[in-house]
């Protein structure tokens, strides 16, 4: 009796491990692809606004190009204007996809110190 209540034990301890690694799996898998869907989220306003802000400085150069007078300085002030937002752009790109990556990075390391306590 005492052998099969052993054996009972045992393999439900076996089951609550793999259960534990399993949320643990799961934790993470969450976890990233959060952090995936933002960056994703980035990227599309990222390139849309870098599209918007190319388009400007675009036209400006063309009013630059085509026009005369003041029609050519309203041009050029366009131009800089779009030409400085895909600057800005670009740079904020950057540090988001720097925090994403750096706030990623933290939680895998939340969850594998989690994982290491509970073992």
Do not use: C
Request: aromatic share 10%; proline share 1%; charged share 25%.
């Amino acid at each position: 009796m005492t052998e099969e209540l052993e054996k009972k034990l045992n393999e439900l301890l076996g089951m609550k491990k793999q259960l534990e690694d399993l949320t643990a799996n799961r934790e993470k898998s969450e976890a990233s692809s959060i952090f995936e869907e933002k960056k994703r989220k980035t990227r599309v306003y990222f390139y849309v606004w870098l599209a918007i802000s190319v388009g400007i400085m675009l036209a400006g150069a063309g009013i630059v190009l085509i026009s005369s007078g003041k029609p050519q300085i309203i041009g050029l002030f366009y131009a800089i204007i779009g030409f400085g937002s895909t600057i800005l752009m670009k740079m904020w790109f950057h540090t988001i996809a720097t925090k994403l990556a750096i706030l990623q990075e933290m939680k895998q390391f939340e969850l594998r110190i989690t994982d290491m306590l509970k073992h």
